[in-house]
């Protein structure tokens, strides 16, 4: 299960907090860190996030980083991973080094910092006890798109045009294998043990019931479920020829949480600035199939008077356009 939440309140700087349930494990991701945006959040929770993903490095999606930080700098019980655009490496240096280490060399914590840059990805190392002075070159790797996968979730990078490179994420939970209950039932067997060895994909026979049943014989008793999908995409521009890109991209995702950055009369304020509408964005939420569109990251140009009708005019376009619940 993928469950998501926006921080950040409208008008303001957002993020997008996300958790994903395999039942047996959880990964759990930030997806940018805007000012403020962690207020609210239980320190608990901020000590517990796997990865910390930007799009870009503009200050409203990094100005809240320092309270990231402050949780996690000497963390040591989980790996410290950080990802973005080019140049993510070194401003993160420069965050990181915007203290007085006067203990460092009592400190544990090291940082991985991962630049997602074209057909490949580069990573660094920074190390807490050596005031994190040093930016060490931790290697490059092919980048076939999928950045990161873990046994609940992978994820998908997809550059996106901001005056510059901005990155939108593509998140898709592992098939999940249920049981046909209704073929259980006619062939008048109890569930148990079992089906969790024939899930695991176990050869032979297997203990049914107290009867030997070989595993082959029973694989029909098993379906395959899409996983859960969700998109991020932020501050980018949408032309007619990046919503056709983009679109095919987004085929097969549930839920797309997408800037709405301006209302539909300021489209030349969104092109010129690499932004959206929320007319574009619905658009491309028709043309993609999603199921759910998510605006978020509202220009702070308007008031809330405005908001109401600016999602009118989304969902005018595509009907299952909404804000966060908690903005209501």
Not at 76 to 97: Q, S
Not at 172 to 183: G, I, K, S
């Amino acid at each position: 299960m993928l469950r998501a939440r926006v921080l950040g309140k409208p008008g303001q700087d957002n993020a997008l907090w996300v958790t994903a349930d395999s039942g047996q494990g959880l990964t759990r991701l930030l997806l940018d860190c805007g000012g403020r945006t962690l207020e609210g959040v239980p320190v608990s929770e901020i000590a517990q996030v796997d990865h910390l993903l930007f799009s870009h490095l503009h200050m409203d999606h990094v100005a809240g980083f320092d309270d990231f930080f402050r949780v996690n700098f000497e963390r040591t019980a989980r790996e410290n991973h950080v990802w973005g655009p080019p140049g993510t490496a070194r401003i993160m240096g420069h965050r990181f080094r915007g203290y007085w280490w006067n203990h460092a060399p009592d400190i544990r914590g090291t940082w991985w910092v991962h630049e997602i840059d074209g057909a490949q990805v580069q990573s660094w190392r920074f190390e807490a006890h050596e005031a994190f002075e040093v930016m060490h070159s931790a290697g490059t790797r092919p980048h076939t798109g999928t950045v990161l996968d873990t046994p609940q979730v992978s994820v998908q990078a997809v550059p996106l045009l901001h005056q510059g490179v901005s990155l939108g994420y593509m998140l898709r939970e592992p098939p999940r294998m249920n049981v046909n209950t209704a073929r259980l039932a006619e062939l008048g067997l109890r569930g148990g043990p079992w089906l969790a060895q024939l899930k695991s994909g176990v050869a032979g026979d297997l203990d049914v019931n107290g009867a030997k049943c070989s595993a082959q014989s029973l694989r029909h008793l098993l379906e395959v479920e899409p996983g859960d999908s969700a998109a991020y995409f932020t501050d980018f521009l949408l032309s007619g020829a990046q919503r056709e890109r983009l679109a095919l991209i987004l085929s097969g995702v549930k839920t797309l949480f997408m800037e709405g950055q301006y209302a539909p009369e300021d489209e030349e304020l969104a092109l010129k600035n690499h932004h959206t509408t929320v007319q574009q964005g619905a658009l491309l939420a028709e043309q993609a199939g999603v199921e759910t569109l998510v605006l978020l990251h509202l220009s702070r140009r308007y008031d809330a008077a405005k908001w109401a009708g600016m999602l009118r005019a989304a969902q005018d376009i595509f009907p299952a356009a909404r804000f966060p619940a908690e903005w209501l």
